[in-house]
Structures are given as structure tokens and as C-alpha cells.
């Protein structure tokens, strides 16, 4: 198998582990900042969920 051929078949592969993912809508409820990111950072506690922004905000609007 040629390489570009393995590479293929490995997007494809990846595409559809994608597409069945169980979790995938739960994406949506974390903020980042488009698409195409992919978050990857195993030393933090993980991308700001929006409910968490948006609780914050409306804590801001507060007058103290």
C-alpha cells in the first residue's frame, strides 16, 4: 500500500470515528475559538465550558 493511498484510508478512518462519536455534540458547550480547533493540552483543566463564560459575564454586569 502506497503511502498516500495509507494516508487516505487513515483520514477516512478518522472521519467516521468522528461522525459515530457518542459525545460529539458536547463540542458545542465548550468555547473555542473556531472549528477547526483541536484541543490537545493535557496540563490544564481543559477548554472553558460556556456556560462558565457566560456566568461569569453576567456576574460582571452586577453592580458591586
Known sequence: M???VHLFSLSEKAREL???DGLRAK???FVLDDDDT???DGNSLGA???AVRMAGAERD???H
Request: aromatic letters at 6%.
Open 18 to 20: 468522528n461522525e459515530a
Open 61 to 63: 454586569d452586577v453592580p
Open 27 to 29: 463540542r458545542a458547550e
Open 2 to 4: 502506497s503511502d498516500l
Open 38 to 40: 483541536v484541543y490537545l
Open 48 to 50: 472553558l465550558v460556556g
